[in-house]
């Protein structure tokens, strides 16, 4: 059985720093693309940051510059560090895997989310 632990949220003031963590259980993470996504209130669950197996990297629009992906194979697990933080950034955020390219049928994991509140 897969799981995604998410840790690290809370609530942080203007222009600081988060650093978010997912460990991923069982077998997957050496093979699986992870990524980060967001949801806030009233609004649709959107990509913040996905991260290969091979350390490529892709970032949503909105966070270029202010986060960074980064995954310790070894631990089997996924960051999110975030900075500059912005009272918009206050979501649910959620660790993802992804499948492999070439899996016939994509097989996606969620974990249960971490609030980050971004606020003064």
């Known amino acids: 059985q897969v799981q995604l632990v998410e840790s690290g949220g809370g609530l942080q003031q203007p222009g600081g720093s988060l650093r978010l963590s997912c460990t991923a259980s069982?077998?997957?993470?050496?093979?699986?693309?992870m990524g980060w996504y967001r949801q806030a209130p009233g609004k649709q669950r959107e990509l913040v940051a996905t991260?290969?197996?091979?350390?490529?990297?892709n970032y949503a629009g909105f966070v270029k510059g202010r986060v960074t992906i980064s995954r310790d194979n070894a631990k089997n697990t996924v960051y999110l560090q975030m900075n500059s933080l912005e009272p918009e950034d206050t979501a649910v955020y959620y660790c993802?895997?992804?499948?492999?390219?070439?899996?016939?049928?994509?097989?996606?994991?969620w974990g249960q989310g971490t609030q980050v509140t971004v606020s003064s």
């Open positions: 991260i290969t197996t091979g350390g490529s990297t």
């Open positions: 069982g077998s997957i993470f050496s093979t699986y693309t």
């Open positions: 993802n895997a992804h499948s492999p390219g070439w899996v016939v049928v994509p097989i996606i994991y």
